[in-house]
């Protein structure tokens, strides 16, 4: 079993529609998940940060995470061409010394 | 807004030779690591790096890799030997505690031939 995965996609959506991005993780000892963008050839841009179970909402972003499930998602609101990227979600598990455990990415394609 | 930095951008190199790779993290920070992303592959850790010591490190970083903070700015990466599956870009990343944000800097590319 992968330690992080994501649907590689593309998922496509239109633009100023809801992007839903999804990840599962394996460790239930995991505590911080993050999500990160990066455009094609760039470094990975911190997006959302999230710590407990619930929504965290930050302008068109809401980070939700469920541990019982094992579940973290990110919620894009009025998608932009310009978000169109890959998402990466990152798992950290302190006692580990605090090392991002990064899935494969999900591809994000906004439609005009 | 502080950011992490990284160079050389493009680093190109023969098997074998040396590389250094240098980062300069945001200053406040401090626990520091290394990434490496292979092309078309997920990133991947390598090593992380707390009050002048090794915190942890994977099964990719052998003793063909090592770590320093030369001074009280630089965080540098070297790969001693260099192989042609070393070529990847490797991302170095910095945060102010061990469980929190990890800021990444843009990256070098490196291409071994």
Known sequence: QKEVEQNSGPLSVPEGAIASLNCTYSDRGSQSFFWYRQYSGKSPELIMSIYSNGDKEDGRFTAQLNKA??????LIRDSQPSDSATY???????GTASKLTFGTGTRLQVTL | EPE???TPS???????QEVILRCVPISNHLYFYWYRQ?????????????????SEKSEIFDDQFSVERP??????????STKLEDSAMYFCAS???????QYFGPGT???VT
């Not at chain 1, 990466?88 to 302190?94: S, T």
């Not at chain 2, 493009?10 to 074998?16: E, K």
């Not at chain 2, 001074?71 to 001693?80: H, Q, V």
Request: aromatic letters at 8%.
């Open chain 2, 10 to 16: 493009h680093q190109v190199t023969q098997m074998g």
């Open chain 2, 4 to 6: 992490v930095t990284q």
């Open chain 2, 109 to 111: 590319r490196l291409t």
């Open chain 1, 88 to 94: 990466l979600c990152a798992v950290n598990r302190p």
């Open chain 1, 69 to 74: 499930s094992q579940y973290v998602s990110l």
């Open chain 2, 71 to 80: 001074d009280g700015s630089n965080f540098t990466l070297k790969i001693r």
């Open chain 2, 38 to 54: 292979i092309l078309g592959q997920k990133v991947e850790f390598l090593v992380s790096f707390y009050n002048n010591e090794i």
């Open chain 2, 95 to 101: 945060s102010e505690d061990r469980a929190h944000e």
